[in-house]
């Protein structure tokens, strides 16, 4: 009787254009934005400007190639392979010149070959170097017919069932190097994913081979508890909960989109952060439970201290920049029951987010987000006028202190407040997350450093005052 074998663990590792090595790492970036540039230039009268574009980037390309790839077989196809993309490239660029029209899915087209070459020069170098592999170009992956207006997690559940085929229809003993690219998605890929479809690409490959970890390769060692280039007594985290990366993704730390983490965490799989140029680092696990490793085991990072220690602190402190405050007054002519539902009718009409918001029942304060042009900006206030007496306040940011033990913290507000009187950081609002492990307050920009480093200090570290940063 033979014993039923269980099939080794699969981690999924997606890395972005910063994670490949210098020079790779600065072609890729430029590839990006050199496309998107190619992509307008095709509609200006009588210019040639993107097959310059195409052509420099092939020449970059096959450089690169020939620096990283030494077998000579290995290096024709790539030669081969290059060369084929971008005159596919020409190609379509010329149609698109010729009827006029650059559409949004035009534009991931043509994003995508950058990416293309890059994944199947990575692949080159794995077989290169004695590892066997395969270049996984996910432009066809989607074949059915989906309502752009009703995307739902109907579409990404179709998604991972169907990279979960195109994987596992490969050689079991090859290493996959997949692009993010995903095809022709409904809508746009740009519009209807966003610029981290690399991420959410790797969290649905993950999600569909049922992998043990994915794990985001970056050029930071993981997530600290602050920015360790404004704060140098930030300490790494070991692990952290959904809920806190969400809360400090939305607040400033490039940590991983929420809606690519919710992918994996639902399917209890762990996402690990790591630095591409320390690989021997943990880096930062964000765990399915917290406190709890997919395989067993409950790490403690070292700005947590168990409940028998003393007093609880917060896991993190981040800080959001050029955030511009809203208040409106309202003038009381319109009933005070519908004096919100049309303050945030306007803010929707014009697509304003709002990141903060404090409320009575006449008046309502906002952090709105930087991501606003001044004209939509200045427009949706006119209208808000109607309402009511409006101000606008910009060069303001928005400090949060996120962790999950601070829901039975008492106290940490009165220690977080009581840190910027100490230091004379005035605060301009004040908000509270309905998840109760996130405060943040808005301070003048100039301030917004100092805040930072006492916050992180008093409610992080929980430093005596005597140890905190005197600046």
Known sequence: MTAATTPPP????????????????????????????????????????????????ESNHLKAAREAVKGAEVLADLEKFIASECQRLRSFMSAAEIIDEISPRSRDVIISFGEKLSARIFSAVLTDQGVKSSFVNLDKVVQRQFDPKAIDQTFYTYLSERLAETIKALDPESVPVV????????????????????????????????????????????????????????????????????????????????????QVIRARIPIRIKNTFRPAGDGTLILPKPGRLHGGG???????????????????????????????????????????????????????????????????????????????LEAALEELRHYGSVDSQGDMAIVSLVGREMRDSVGIASRMFGVLACKNVNIEMISQGASEINISCVVEASKAEVALRAIHDACVLLLPNDKQDSA
């Open 179 to 262: 692009t993010g690219y995903l095809g022709p998605v409904p809508g746009s890929l740009l519009v209807t994913i966003g610029r981290g479809y690399t991420d959410l690409t790797a969290a649905l490959i993950a999600v569909g081979i049922g992998a043990s970890e994915l794990q985001i390769w970056k050029e930071v060692d993981g997530i600290f508890t602050a920015d360790p280039r404004k704060v140098p007594s930030a300490r790494l985290l070991s692990s952290i909960s959904p809920d806190e990366a969400a809360e400090m993704t939305y607040y400033g730390s490039e940590v991983i989109h929420p809606f690519t983490m919710e």
């Open 10 to 57: 699969v981690v999924v590792q997606k890395f972005g254009g910063t994670s490949v090595g210098s020079a790779e790492r600065m072609m890729n970036v430029v590839s990006i934005v050199k496309l998107l540039e190619a992509a307008d230039d095709i509609l200006l009268p009588n210019s040639t400007m993107y097959l310059e574009i195409v052509d420099k980037l």
């Open 298 to 376: 409950t790490p403690l990072s070292p700005a947590r201290r168990p409940p028998d220690e003393g007093p609880r602190s917060a896991t993190a402190v981040t800080i959001k920049d050029s955030v511009i405050i809203v208040n409106v007054h309202s003038n009381r002519k319109s009933v005070s029951h519908g004096f919100l539902a049309k303050i945030f009718s306007v803010l929707d009409r014009f697509g304003i987010v709002v990141d903060l918001i404090s409320t009575s029942e006449v008046h309502v304060s906002m952090a709105i987000s930087p991501n606003i042009a001044e004209s939509k």
